[in-house]
């Protein structure tokens, strides 16, 4: 910047010490930099920035005249939708959890729910009438399952 363009500007300050007057990071003050949005002044290796009588304390926060305790009720709005969203997340885990004893106890059971070996009445009415000639079947094909009987497999 030349010797005239400084008109109309307060004073020059480090990077550090305009990022503490308009309460910003001095990463912020580098990217308002870099755009253009600020000016700034190299003398000697170090970087001057250059803040106009009329600048604001931040001027992208307070441009459209937000009331400063705007931000204090967007925090308690916020914090009470986390809460509420607490809330549910809870209630969703108690659910999995209720799910998962249910199922779990339902699997258990499935080993006690086994087909009858014999059909019901058979025994009875063997009994009461005797076949003539009861079908011979080969031992090897009764002690095999009949998944194994229908692959032919071993």
Known sequence: M??????GYVGRYTVDQAAEILEISSGAVRSRLSRGTLQSVREGGTVYVLLP???QRDADRDADGMSTDMP???FDQMRGQIESL???????NERDRENRRIIAVLTSRIPA????????????????EPEVNPPQQPEAATSRP????LLGSS
Do not use: C, N, V, Y
Request: hydrophobic letters at 30%.
């Open 2 to 7: 030349g010797e005239g363009a400084t008109e």
């Open 53 to 55: 009588a009329d600048m």
């Open 72 to 74: 204090s009720s967007l």
């Open 86 to 92: 607490e809330r549910q997340l809870e209630q969703a």
């Open 113 to 128: 729910i086994e087909a009858p070996q014999e059909a019901p009445g058979g025994p009875e009415t063997d009994a009461e």
């Open 146 to 149: 009949w998944w194994r009987r």
